[in-house]
């Protein structure tokens, strides 16, 4: 049937349809930004960081509210992986800090911390971490937890470097290590 300005049902009814799914992909949109600042302030929440660009990129490196709580790991699982694979005793000692640190067996940063120990993070999430860490350690309320300083966490990524290294007693750290133990403290404590 045709109206007076010789528009069809069947043109009309299309028009409907256009209208309806172009506000369903609104609400879609609107529903997906709405979820994303509810994650983003979920994860300031609990790293404490404040900094909306520091919080973007630990989304970007894939941290969640669930869990921020490894921020602090990655040095240690990045020295545990300095010579190519994670020992049995470099992640009996890992698994052993996760636990001293509240990180819960089965939580879902103990299955992340596990997937870390089976697969090499991507070297982004290494070379980014430094500054992220920083800002985590100076927030008071951050997930990083009372009493985590800066010394310890470098205490224990010598600790792991240790771990499974030397021959009889000799050499427990080897050049490469404590190279990317050099590194890693002056990244974690540079300004």
Request: charged share 30%; proline share 5%.
């Amino acid at each position: 049937m045709t109206d007076p300005q010789g528009i069809t049902d069947d043109i009309r009814s299309r028009e409907e349809e256009y209208f309806r799914r172009k506000d369903r992909e609104l609400v879609e949109k609107l529903r997906k930004s709405s979820a994303e600042r509810d994650a983003r302030q979920a994860l300031e929440t609990s790293s404490g960081i404040h900094d909306p660009a520091l919080v973007e990129e630990l989304q970007a490196l894939g941290f969640t509210p669930e869990t921020i709580s490894l921020l602090p790991f990655v040095p240690i699982v990045q020295v545990a992986w300095a010579e190519g694979g994670v020992t049995p005793d470099e992640r009996s000692l890992i698994e052993k800090f996760a636990r001293e640190r509240g990180i819960a067996p089965g939580s879902a940063a103990d299955q992340e911390l596990a997937t870390w120990l089976r697969h090499r993070p991507a070297d982004e999430v290494f070379a980014r971490a430094g500054r992220l860490i920083r800002a985590m350690l100076e927030t008071p309320d951050s997930v990083a937890g009372p009493g985590l300083r800066l010394d310890d966490l470098i205490h224990h990524c010598e600790q792991i470097a240790a771990a499974s290294g030397g021959v009889l007693g000799f050499r427990k750290i080897s050049t490469d290590e404590r190279t990317l133990l050099d590194q890693i403290a002056a990244a974690l404590k540079s300004k």
